[in-house]
C-alpha cells in the first residue's frame, strides 16, 4: 500500500502529478530502509519525510536545461527537503524509481480493468440468463446454420469474459514487480533488503534478478492481454454491429431520446458504439505489437523502450477501460427482438432442419451419401424457388418410404437443437 496519496481513477493515473508522488514514495521508503541498516541517520530520515515535496512545473522547468526527467524530480525535491537531501536516491539509479513506479501504475490500473471486467460479466450473465431460451437463427460463413438461442449468444460472452479476468490477473501478478537494485542491477552500492522492504510496502515482489531495467517480457505480456481483451470486445461488438443490420435487426444498440443517426438521413439508427469498440481495439493491437518490439534491449539496458511506453502504457489502459465501459453499457442495454429472430428463423423455408432430417434418414437405414445427395438436391431446389422444405421432402417417394409424417415434423422441431441448453448453462456456471 502507497500511504502518501490515493488511488486514483484511470484517468487521472498516469499524470506527471500522480507518477511524481509514485517517485516519490520509493525514494522515501528507500531512506527508511537505509535508516534500518545505519546508512542515514534515522533523525534525518524523518525530516526528509516531513519536508520532501515536489513542484511540477519546476521539475518541467529544470528537465528543460539538464534533460534528465529524474534528475530535474531530484533537484525539485531537494530543494524542499535541503542538505539533508544528499540521502536520497543513495546507491539508485533512475530505473529502480522509473521502474518501480511502472508496475505501480500498471497494478493500479489493472486493477480498475478487472473491475471493469467483472461488472461486464455480471451484466452478460445476467443477460444470458433472461435470453436463454430465445429462439433465433445460428449462423456459419453469415449464412443460416441451425436454430441457437441468444441466450447462448451471451453465455458464450460470459465464459470468455472469465477467461479475460484470469489472463488479466496474471498479467497483474507478472508487472507486480518492482527493482531497487543499482546500475546494471548489482546491488553494488546498496543492500538488497532496501529493495525488499520498498517492494513489500509497495505491493509489490522484488524481481528475482534485474539488469538496469525490469524486463520487458513483462510488459508485453501486459499489453498483449490488453490487446487479447480488446480483441474480445471486438469480436462481441462486430456481432452486434451483424445483428443491428436492417436485413436482420435482431438486435442493436440503445437509441436514446434526442440521438441522431446521420446529417443526412433523418432515419439512421446506426451501430457507432460498437463502431468505435472495434475501431480502438486495432489500437490495442498496434500497442501490443510496439511492446513486443521493447523487450529486445541492448545489453543490461537502453531506452529505446521508454519513448514507447510513455505512449502505449497510458493509452492502452485509458482505452481498454473506456472500451469495457461502453460494451457493458451497450449490453445492459441493448434491444433485444425475438420476434424478428423466429421470424428470421423462416427465411430459408425449414432449410435449417436440413441435418436432422439427413440423420432421420441414415438412422432408418439410408445410406448417408443416398441420403445427403436427397436432402441435398431438395434444398438447392428451395434455395432457388422459394418453396417450403417440409413440402418438397413430403413429395419424393423415397423420403416417405423410409420416414413418416411423424417423423419429419420431429425433424422440424427446434427443441431438439436446443435439448441441451440448460446443460451448457451449467457448464458455464450460469
Same mark, same amino acid.
Not at 160 to 167: D, H, L, V
Not at 267 to 290: D, F, M, Y
Not at 396 to 404: I, K, Q, R
Given at each position: $500500500?502507497?500511504?502518501?496519496?490515493? /488511488?486514483?481513477?484511470?484517468?487521472?493515473?498516469? =499524470?506527471?502529478?500522480?507518477?511524481?508522488?509514485?517517485?516519490?514514495?520509493?525514494?522515501?521508503?528507500?531512506?527508511?530502509?537505509?535508516?534500518?541498516?545505519?546508512?542515514?541517520?534515522?533523525?534525518? @530520515?524523518?525530516?526528509?519525510?516531513? #519536508? &520532501?515535496?515536489?513542484?511540477? &512545473? /519546476?521539475?518541467?522547468?529544470?528537465e528543460a536545461e539538464v534533460r534528465h526527467d529524474v534528475i530535474a524530480f531530484l533537484?525539485?525535491?531537494?530543494? %524542499?527537503?535541503?542538505?539533508?537531501?544528499?540521502?536520497? %536516491?543513495?546507491?539508485? =539509479?533512475?530505473?529502480? @524509481? @522509473?521502474?518501480?513506479?511502472?508496475?505501480?501504475?500498471?497494478?493500479?490500473?489493472?486493477?480498475?480493468?478487472?473491475?471493469?471486467?467483472?461488472?461486464? #460479466?455480471?451484466?452478460?450473465?445476467?443477460?444470458?440468463?433472461?435470453?436463454?431460451?430465445?429462439?433465433?437463427?445460428?449462423?456459419?460463413?453469415?449464412?443460416?446454420?441451425?436454430? =441457437?438461442?441468444?441466450?447462448?449468444?451471451?453465455?458464450?460472452?460470459?465464459?470468455?469474459?472469465?477467461?479475460?479476468?484470469? /489472463?488479466?490477473?496474471?498479467?497483474?501478478?507478472?508487472?507486480?514487480?518492482?527493482?531497487?537494485?543499482?546500475?546494471?542491477?548489482?546491488?553494488?552500492?546498496?543492500?538488497?533488503?532496501?529493495?525488499?522492504?520498498?517492494?513489500?510496502?509497495?505491493?509489490?515482489?522484488?524481481?528475482?534478478?534485474?539488469?538496469?531495467?525490469?524486463?520487458?517480457? /513483462? %510488459?508485453?505480456?501486459?499489453?498483449?492481454?490488453?490487446?487479447?481483451?480488446?480483441?474480445?470486445?471486438?469480436?462481441?461488438?462486430?456481432?452486434?454491429?451483424?445483428?443491428?443490420?436492417?436485413?436482420?435487426?435482431e438486435a442493436e444498440e440503445y437509441f436514446s431520446p434526442g440521438q441522431k443517426g446521420?446529417?443526412?438521413?433523418?432515419?439512421?439508427?446506426?451501430?457507432?458504439?460498437?463502431?468505435?469498440?472495434?475501431?480502438?481495439?486495432?489500437?490495442?493491437?498496434?500497442?501490443?505489437?510496439?511492446?513486443?518490439?521493447?523487450?529486445?534491449?541492448?545489453?543490461?539496458?537502453?531506452?529505446?523502450?521508454?519513448?514507447?511506453?510513455?505512449?502505449? !502504457?497510458?493509452?492502452?489502459?485509458? !482505452?481498454?477501460?473506456? $472500451?469495457?465501459?461502453?460494451? =457493458?453499457?451497450?449490453?445492459?442495454?441493448?434491444?433485444?427482438?425475438?420476434?424478428? $429472430?423466429? #421470424?428470421?428463423?423462416?427465411?430459408?423455408?425449414?432449410?435449417?432442419?436440413?441435418?436432422? !432430417?439427413?440423420?432421420?434418414?441414415?438412422?432408418?437405414?439410408?445410406?448417408?451419401?443416398?441420403?445427403?445427395?436427397?436432402?441435398?438436391? %431438395?434444398? $438447392?431446389?428451395?434455395?432457388?424457388?422459394?418453396?417450403?422444405?417440409?413440402?418438397?421432402?413430403?413429395?419424393?417417394?423415397? !423420403?416417405?418410404?423410409?420416414?413418416?409424417?411423424?417423423?419429419?415434423?420431429?425433424?422440424?422441431?427446434?427443441?431438439?437443437?436446443?435439448?441441451?441448453?440448460?446443460?451448457?448453462?451449467?457448464?458455464?456456471?450460469?
Open positions: $500500500m502507497i500511504p502518501r496519496y490515493t /488511488r486514483p481513477e484511470m484517468g487521472e493515473l498516469f =499524470t506527471d502529478e500522480h507518477r511524481y508522488g509514485i517517485w516519490l514514495e520509493i525514494e522515501l521508503l528507500a531512506c527508511e530502509a537505509q535508516a534500518e541498516l545505519g546508512v542515514i541517520p534515522a533523525e534525518t @530520515v524523518r525530516t526528509i519525510r516531513e #519536508k &520532501a515535496a515536489f513542484d511540477t &512545473a /519546476r521539475i518541467a522547468e529544470i533537484t525539485s525535491v531537494g530543494e %524542499h527537503v535541503g542538505p539533508d537531501a544528499r540521502f536520497i %536516491h543513495l546507491g539508485m =539509479t533512475s530505473s529502480d @524509481v @522509473v521502474d518501480t513506479a511502472l508496475s505501480v501504475q500498471m497494478k493500479q490500473a489493472g486493477e480498475i480493468l478487472l473491475k471493469d471486467l467483472e461488472g461486464l #460479466k455480471e451484466v452478460l450473465g445476467r443477460r444470458a440468463k433472461e435470453f436463454k431460451h430465445t429462439v433465433m437463427i445460428g449462423r456459419s460463413h453469415g449464412i443460416h446454420a441451425e436454430p =441457437t438461442t441468444f441466450g447462448l449468444k451471451l453465455a458464450l460472452w460470459y465464459d470468455e469474459t472469465r477467461r479475460n479476468i484470469a /489472463r488479466m490477473k496474471n498479467a497483474v501478478a507478472a508487472i507486480s514487480v518492482g527493482q531497487i537494485s543499482g546500475a546494471v542491477g548489482t546491488f553494488a552500492h546498496l543492500s538488497p533488503s532496501v529493495e525488499e522492504h520498498v517492494c513489500r510496502r509497495l505491493g509489490l515482489t522484488p524481481a528475482p534478478v534485474s539488469t538496469q531495467v525490469i524486463q520487458r517480457d /513483462r %510488459h508485453a505480456e501486459y499489453l498483449t492481454t490488453l490487446a487479447v481483451i480488446g480483441s474480445s470486445l471486438d469480436k462481441f461488438a462486430t456481432e452486434v454491429r451483424h445483428l443491428q443490420r436492417t436485413e436482420v435487426l446521420s446529417s443526412a438521413m433523418p432515419h439512421k439508427r446506426n451501430p457507432i458504439t460498437c463502431e468505435q469498440i472495434s475501431g480502438l481495439a486495432r489500437v490495442l493491437r498496434g500497442n501490443a505489437q510496439a511492446a513486443l518490439e521493447n523487450v529486445a534491449l541492448w545489453h543490461e539496458r537502453d531506452i529505446s523502450h521508454s519513448s514507447v511506453e510513455r505512449i502505449i !502504457v497510458p493509452d492502452s489502459c485509458i !482505452v481498454l477501460d473506456h $472500451m469495457l465501459t461502453k460494451f =457493458t453499457g451497450i449490453i445492459d442495454r441493448l434491444l433485444v427482438y425475438p420476434e424478428t $429472430m423466429r #421470424k428470421n428463423l423462416e427465411i430459408t423455408h425449414g432449410l435449417l432442419y436440413s441435418q436432422p !432430417v439427413l440423420l432421420a434418414l441414415t438412422k432408418k437405414g439410408m445410406k448417408r451419401e443416398e441420403a445427403y445427395r436427397i436432402v441435398q438436391k %431438395h434444398a $438447392m431446389a428451395v434455395w432457388q424457388n422459394k418453396l417450403s422444405f417440409k413440402e418438397v421432402l413430403r413429395t419424393d417417394a423415397a !423420403v416417405t418410404a423410409v420416414l413418416s409424417d411423424r417423423d419429419l415434423d420431429d425433424a422440424f422441431d427446434p427443441a431438439r437443437s436446443l435439448a441441451h441448453v440448460d446443460h451448457i448453462f451449467t457448464r458455464v456456471g450460469l
